[in-house]
C-alpha cells in the first residue's frame, strides 16, 4: 500500500512494509551518539537483512570522527558524533545502496536522551542535506522517534513531511522521499493524516 503526492519538484510517498524492502538510494536508521549497533527496532532488521557490516561501518565513521575532533561532551553525556548528524555508509545487502545513520536526538541532564518533534524535523533536514550532498535521488525514512522515544505518529510524520516540502521546494537532486510503516494499521494512521494535511493545503490555495 502506498499514499503519495507531489511537493515541489518532486514526488513525497507513505509506504507500508519493512523499510529494508524499499526501493531507494538510500534508507535511514536511527542511531546513537556512538554510531554503535544497539541490535533492537529498525537496526535489528536492517543488520538482519543488510549484514552486520553496515554498523561496522558507521561505528569506525564514529572513531574518526572522535579521533578529528575529541570526544563530544554534552551535557555530561559522552558521545562520539553530534547530536542531530547524519551519517553515510554502506547498504550492504539490502535494495538500496547506502544507509543513512541519523542521531535523531537531543540531551537533557535531567531526563537523559530524549526525542522530540523538533529534534525530529533537524535530523530529517540533516539527513536531506547529506542525500543533496552525495547526489541522491531518493531516500525512504522510517517514522523517527516513534519507537523507544513514543513521539506520536501524526506528530513524526506532520514534522517529517514539512521538511521534506522544504527540501524540495529548492535546489536539490533529491526527487522522491518516503516513510515506511510497517504494519497496516500504522499505515493508515499516518496516511489518513498525509490525505488530510494535502486537503487543508489545496484549500489554502484555492483560496488564495
Do not use: W
Amino acid at each position: 500500500m502506498k499514499t503519495e503526492y507531489r511537493a515541489g519538484k518532486g514526488k513525497i510517498e507513505l509506504a507500508e512494509g519493512s523499510i529494508t524492502r524499499y526501493n531507494a538510494d538510500a534508507i535511514v536508521v536511527p542511531a546513537n551518539p556512538d554510531l554503535e549497533f544497539a541490535g533492537m527496532g529498525v537496526q535489528a532488521f536492517v543488520a538482519r537483512d543488510g549484514g552486520i557490516e553496515i554498523f561496522d561501518e558507521a561505528s569506525k565513521i564514529a572513531e574518526e570522527y572522535a579521533q578529528k575532533h575529541g570526544e563530544l561532551d554534552i551535557h555530561g553525556m559522552q558521545g562520539r558524533v553530534p547530536l542531530y548528524s547524519a551519517h553515510l555508509t554502506t547498504g550492504g545487502r539490502l535494495p538500496a545502496k547506502h544507509v543513512i545513520h541519523s542521531v535523531a536526538l537531543n540531551y537533557d541532564p535531567k531526563s537523559g536522551l530524549y526525542c522530540n518533534r523538533d529534534v525530529i524535523a533537524e535530523s530529517t533536514r540533516n539527513v536531506l542535506e547529506l542525500g543533496r550532498e552525495h547526489g541522491l535521488t531518493s531516500i525512504g525514512f522510517p517514522a523517527l522517534g516513534t519507537g523507544l522515544y513514543q513521539v506520536p505518529l501524526e506528530e513524526a510524520v506532520e514534522a517529517m513531511t514539512t521538511e521534506f516540502e522544504k527540501h524540495l521546494a529548492g535546489k536539490t537532486s533529491l526527487e522522491r522521499l518516503g516513510i515506511v510503516l510497517f504494519g497496516q494499521d500504522s499505515y493508515l494512521e499516518g496516511s489518513f493524516y498525509l490525505r488530510a494535511k494535502k486537503e487543508i493545503e489545496i484549500a489554502k490555495r484555492n483560496r488564495n
